[in-house]
């Protein structure tokens, strides 16, 4: 049955449509059906990577959007708008098939009418899910004599690098930026671009954080080894790609562009700690894309709202989305109470489907990595313990990039539904998936030996 045209446009265009007039311009994000192709070799890497990104390429040309919007010109056309036509503009190469177009309140209705519109989202801004900076120095001591950080080492990650350690895994980074400089980085940053707030990509060289995120998230999922020798990364091999999308006055268009790049430079992971500032139920169709289409797994975090609250992309029903754990006395783990999560039913076409999120848990308190060098009245500093499920979400990325190293003919879905099925929740199996915990905290070790 063909989707109802009126649950294509996202509910949060109607503040938008109620303060329009009738000629008023919006930029909306416009998601196509893109012609049907043979799905993407197997992720194999490096040695596929390049056979990879020639049929990305293939796919990028093949799903033009050209015709669809022709269609929508001559609609807009028709109602008046012959001497100022509505934009039109392709995010990246193609390789999503997605668009920014101006509508109006009058066009808008032409739009969705278009048969081969998937969705219709408002472009609008999007923000960083802001961790909090602490100090703990017992723990400091403590992981220093450990040699790993407490994230790394409640998760057995030394023991994992006995067989993998995450080489030639590409994990996108979509965040603020990264001080690549940093000695704990040397070598893991690949690529690099700027995502400025009208989309463009801007190459910088040399590349930079415009804060402090997200060198400390790039540091957490492939970090290497303090001076002091404390190990900080979950996937020390693994490649970094990353998109500065939090730069300025951050929209949708940003963090899709960004997306698109990411694609194109060959992810396998995308890891964002980002959210919108609204509910979007039609992101989870940007989801689908990865996944389905591309292989590759987007890991977000759930928000740091408290309970009771999610953020959007992070609660969508086909995200995978993580939640943060902290350290207590006497080597025990809770969820941090910071830590959002929410049972939800989601509107649509199928209602009373009830959601849970997030999905799993992992390390998101006091953990200790990299950040660009900062002066203070004590001294300058290089290093940083913060909280957030932003901490929590590199884990997750870095785990699974342990896993694809090991196990490269595992697909997206086998290692999202492994890292689900083998975590572990205090109240047991039957308490699974609630919406403090999930499915649990993350085993990497188990998930490791059940792809086996």
Wanted: charged share 20%; net charge negative.
């Amino acid at each position: 049955m063909a989707m109802n045209p009126e649950n294509k446009i996202s509910p949060a265009f109607e503040p938008f449509l109620a303060e329009m007039g009738q000629d008023d311009k919006r930029d909306a994000i416009v998601i196509y059906k893109a012609p049907p192709v043979e799905g993407l070799p197997p992720r194999g890497r490096l040695r596929e990577l390049k056979n990879r990104l020639v049929e990305v390429q293939k796919r990028a040309a093949n799903q033009a959007a050209a015709k669809l919007f022709d269609e929508y010109h001559e609609a807009s056309q028709d109602m008046g708008y012959q001497n100022e036509p509505l934009e039109v503009s392709t995010i990246g190469s193609g390789a999503m098939p997605m668009a920014t177009v101006e509508v109006t309140a009058k066009t808008l209705e032409a739009l969705v009418e278009q048969p081969n519109v998937v969705a219709i989202l408002p472009n609008q801004k999007i923000h960083l899910i802001q961790p909090r900076k602490v100090e703990y120095s017992e723990l400091f001591t403590e992981e220093n004599k450990d040699n790993v950080t407490w994230g790394l080492k409640q998760l057995e990650i030394p023991k994992l690098w006995e067989t993998t350690t995450g080489e030639n895994i590409n994990v996108a980074v979509l965040d603020t930026g990264v001080y690549a400089a940093h000695p704990a980085l040397e070598k893991r940053v690949k690529e690099f671009v700027v995502i400025d707030p009208l989309g463009r990509r801007i190459n910088a060289n040399p590349a930079f954080d415009s804060g402090q995120h997200g060198t400390h998230v790039c540091g957490t999922i492939a970090g290497g080894k303090t001076p002091k020798g404390l190990s900080i990364g979950v996937a020390p091999q693994a490649n970094l790609l990353v998109g500065g999308v939090l730069i300025g006055d951050t929209t949708l268009r940003t963090l899709l562009e960004g997306i698109s790049w990411a694609i194109e430079k060959g992810a396998d992971i995308i890891n964002m700690s980002l959210g919108l500032s609204y509910y979007e139920p039609l992101f989870a169709e940007v989801l689908d894309i990865l996944v389905m289409q591309y292989g590759i797994l987007p890991v977000v975090a759930i928000g740091n709202e408290n309970h009771g609250n999610t953020s959007s992309p992070g609660n969508a029903y086909n995200a995978f989305s993580v939640g943060a754990i902290e350290k207590l006395p006497l080597d025990k783990v809770d969820v941090a109470f910071f830590s959002s999560g929410a049972s939800l039913v989601f509107p649509g076409d199928a209602p009373n489907v009830l959601v849970t999120k997030p999905d799993v848990v992992a390390p998101g308190a006091q953990i200790y990595s990299c950040i660009p060098p900062t002066r203070t009245p004590h001294g300058t500093y290089e290093y940083n313990y913060m909280d957030g499920t932003s901490m929590a979400t590199p884990h997750v990325a870095g785990v699974a990039a342990l896993l694809m190293a090991a196990k490269p003919t595992a697909t997206v879905t086998d290692i999202m539904n492994v890292l689900k099925e083998t975590a572990k929740h205090p109240g047991g199996s039957g308490r699974r998936p609630d919406n403090r915990w999930g499915w649990g905290l993350l085993q990497p070790w188990e998930a490791l030996s059940a792809l086996s």
